[in-house]
């Protein structure tokens, strides 16, 4: 019988929970959505014996008056010997909204405040569910889906999923300042400083994957000091982050526009750390790349 592997997936309304059940179960997971938290015990104890091993749950603010419960209980299966690995789906405000405006769905919170007699705008529901669910952000892995593409999130989920849990998960992001920084970033690094291959008007449709870029980068010595410093600092903090009984540790590394150098040291930082384990490499603002 197969070791029962769960996923529980939580989040904010609108970040992309529903593609990423759908990815889930098109995987060959037993999926189930708006579970109650008290079932949550039940639930997975009558799928020990499930034949696929696998199992995905989406709990989020939907399930009244129980979400400040399930801390505990994610400790309590998991001191029982589940495997369980939970993923945390978020967005910026304005991302949410725009996702509301054109889905023209309500927030799961508008019914709930309003027989209460509180007649909430969207901005004060978004705000009321962050609130809510700011306990379960620190229990997984987060996934910052603002700019991401469903194709994109999918492929994020997917790699995710099938990553070993042991030991830390490290995950190198590229990113585009203009766009913003993850939020689900642990530890951030700025590297507009370095060459920049956009000033080439040969090397301006590339990015850093490609192997002209990579060459042109790797001719200059502050871009190789640069991979080599950021390498250093996270061989020497990754131990006391792993002492500190984090799954996950994200890394994020921006350029101006998210194509180049950025890339570029994302890639070569996932190779330098092949020897760590599981290794996630992905570019935020690059879908074709993730």
Known sequence: MPELNVVLLTGISGSGK??????????????????????????????????????????????????????????????????????????????????????????????????KGVAASLEQCIAQERDQLAPLRNLGHVIDTSGLTPGQLRTWIRDLVQADRKPLLLTFESFAFKKGVPSDADMVFDVRCLPNPHYDPLLRPLTGKDQPVADWLGGFDDVAQMATDIEAFIRKWLPRYTEDTRSYLTVAIGCTGGKHRSVYLVETLGKRFADHGPVLVRHRDQPTLS
């Open 18 to 115: 529903s593609v990423a059940l759908r990815l889930l179960e098109d995987a060959g997971y037993t999926c189930v959505d708006n579970l109650p938290v008290r079932f949550l015990h039940e639930f997975i104890g009558s799928m020990r014996g499930d034949p696929t091993g696998r199992v995905a749950i989406s709990i989020d603010v939907r399930s009244p008056g129980e979400l400040d419960e399930l801390p505990d209980i994610i400790t309590a299966l998991s001191a029982m010997g589940t495997q369980l690995r939970v993923v945390f789906l978020d967005a910026d405000d304005q991302t949410l909204i725009q996702r509301y405006s054109e889905s023209r769905r309500r927030h799961p919170l508008s019914d709930r405040l309003a027989r």
